[in-house]
């Protein structure tokens, strides 16, 4: 069985969600499942030990065994149902997996390579709705990322240059810019604040998160001389981390392509490229880069081939 997703988020940005258990804990198992660590210990011959507990009081312990890590580029893991000590069960199919990560043009492909000892386990996962449920566990994940920067496309009009500044909250964004909104006297852009539990359901699509519904999507402050702030906060639950360092770019709007490439590689040259230049499936040729003096810039071109 194999299960390929690709997500508009930097490579590293990926790896950690899949790594480290508070990230696990929130995207791992379908709504209304909740997965809770027990033990996490990622390294080659370490394993994460978990239960998936569903709306009704079901509990039930798996155990993921590493085998193989090479950082930022694959692992490998044998996947079994257990008892809460960790205790592998022998009635179960077991799972033996190979996730590799690459960087793409829109983001992070991730590729989950699963083998079985027989065809009988295979159908009998596929049976339990294995496929199904580990598929819709990557999906607000998606559904975050396409709607921010839908809504920021939105409220940019014409094709002329600018610059701004990008800023992500770990859930404070709201208190944050109505502190700024204080200092600088000004009025947000567009429909104000924009949050998660504003965007509108679509097929497919999971429902958002009850404590993630009131945390800001996107938001634009005008301050001095033209120049705009925006901002979203960056969940926890779907795989973010907010860090000093990772918490603000400086976001470049170039009238042109042409301009656009021509700063994207003067700017990332000697430095690290996090999202190559491609054209986005958000409309915008787009990507972003942190140079060699470690400052993050965001590039985003309208203009169309």
């Not at 069985?1 to 590293?12: C, D, G, I, K, N």
Request: hydrophobic fraction near 40%.
């Amino acid at each position: 069985m194999v299960v390929t997703r690709e997500f508009a988020a930097p490579l590293e940005q990926v790896w950690q969600a899949w790594t480290e258990s508070e990230l696990l804990d929130e995207w791992w198992a379908p709504q209304p499942w909740k997965a809770i660590t027990k033990i996490m210990n990622f390294t080659e011959g370490g394993y994460w030990l978990y239960s998936m507990n569903g709306p009704a009081g079901e509990k039930v312990w798996a155990k993921l065994s590493f085998q193989k890590i090479e950082v930022h580029k694959n692992f490998e893991a044998i996947n079994s149902f257990s008892d809460e000590n960790g205790k592998e069960s022998n009635d179960a199919p077991k799972m033996f997996w190979k996730i590799l990560f690459k960087s793409s043009a829109r983001g992070t492909t991730v590729e989950v390579d699963i083998r079985f000892s027989s065809m009988e386990d295979l159908q009998k996962m596929v049976e339990m709705g294995f496929e199904a449920g580990f598929t819709a566990a990557h999906e607000n994940l998606d559904q975050y990322l396409q709607s921010g920067f839908k809504l920021r496309n939105e409220l940019k009009t014409g094709a002329t240059s600018r610059v701004t500044t990008y800023l992500n909250f770990p859930g404070t964004t709201e208190e944050a810019f109505m502190f700024y909104k204080s200092v600088f006297k000004t009025e947000f852009s567009g429909r104000g604040i924009q949050r998660f539990g504003d965007i509108p359901a679509e097929a497919g699509n999971p429902p958002v998160a009850d404590n993630v519904k009131k945390m800001v999507l996107h938001i634009e402050l005008p301050i001095l001389g033209g120049h705009v702030l925006m901002a979203t906060d960056a969940p926890a639950e779907m795989g973010f981390i907010v860090t000093r360092g990772n918490n603000m770019h400086i976001c470049l709007e170039p009238s042109t392509r042409q301009e656009t490439k021509k700063l994207f590689d003067a700017l990332s040259a000697g430095g690290k490229i996090t999202m190559p230049l491609e054209d986005m499936f958000f409309g915008a040729y787009f990507g972003e880069c942190t140079d060699r003096f470690g400052i993050n810039w965001m590039f985003s071109c309208a203009e169309k081939k």
